[in-house]
T-cell receptor, first 116, second 116 residues
Framework: AQSVAQPEDQVNVAEGNPLTVKCTYS??????LFWYVQYPNRGLQFLLK??????LVKGSYGFEAEFNKSQTSFHLKKPSALVSDSALYFC??????????????FGQGTTLQVKP | DGGITQSPKYLFRKEGQNVTLSCEQN?????MYWYRQDPGQGLRLIYY???????QKGDIAEGYSVSREKKESFPLTVTSAQKNPTAFYLC???????????????FGQGTRLTVV
């Protein structure tokens, strides 16, 4: 079965420091991976995706993610955190096991807290 | 502006009542989805539809029903059979076809349903 895991419920980082939010996946075949961000009582906003090509993917708001096939990971990173980055982050993988439905499988989410 | 509109933002349901959550999109997307979000559990798929007049159950469809009479609209009814309906509900859409696997899903702003 395909799955996504975010091993940390919360990540705390000081403003200006680099941040990493971890994600590991388990899929059959090539993964299609996504990161979304959610602010309180709002919908999910797309940050970036990995489909194929370069392992380092750049996205919105200065975020990037590194795809590592051998470690089955897709960690979200940012060189210098901002207080406004504080939010809930979701990693997701396309559910290719159910045919071409476009369904997403989500991790449980990681709360990022950036302190001034 | 193109996007997905969910209404209402907040909804209160009495015990034994059916309530309907609205989701409308003007992105010309064929596929639409309903997810339920509970704290610490990520997003779980309730129903999805890839084309008008057709829809499939997701992972937690019991106690819910949907319809897809128009491409733009995918309303979700939370029935009295859903024993624990208090949650944040998110609607999403994706284009259909070959691009569905590598295209990100777009999300509405969510509806928070509370049983009173």
């Amino acid at each position: 079965a395909q799955s996504v895991a975010q091993p940390e419920d919360q990540v705390n980082v000081a403003e200006g420091n680099p941040l990493t939010v971890k994600c590991t996946y388990s899929v059959s075949g090539n993964p299609y991976l996504f990161w979304y961000v959610q602010y309180p009582n709002r919908g999910l906003q797309f940050l970036l995706k990995y489909i194929t090509g370069d392992n380092l993917v750049k996205g919105s708001y200065g975020f990037e993610a590194e795809f590592n096939k051998s470690q089955t990971s897709f960690h979200l990173k940012k060189p210098s955190a901002l207080v406004s980055d504080s939010a809930l982050y979701f990693c997701a993988v396309r559910d290719l096991g159910s045919g071409n439905t476009g369904k997403l499988i989500f991790g449980q989410g990681t709360t990022l807290q950036v302190k001034p | 502006d193109g996007g997905i509109t969910q209404s209402p933002k907040y909804l209160f349901r009495k015990e034994g009542q059916n309530v309907t959550l609205s989701c409308e999109q003007n992105l010309n997307h064929d596929a639409m989805y309903w997810y339920r979000q509970d704290p610490g559990q990520g997003l779980r798929l309730i129903y999805y539809s890839q084309i008008v007049n057709d829809f499939q159950k997701g992972d937690i469809a019991e106690g819910y029903s949907v319809s897809r009479e128009k491409k733009e609209s995918f309303p979700l009814t939370v029935t009295s059979a859903q024993k624990n309906p208090t949650a944040f509900y998110l609607c999403a859409s994706s284009p259909k076809g070959q691009g569905i696997s590598n295209t990100e899903a777009f999300f509405g702003q969510g509806t928070r349903l509370t049983v009173v």
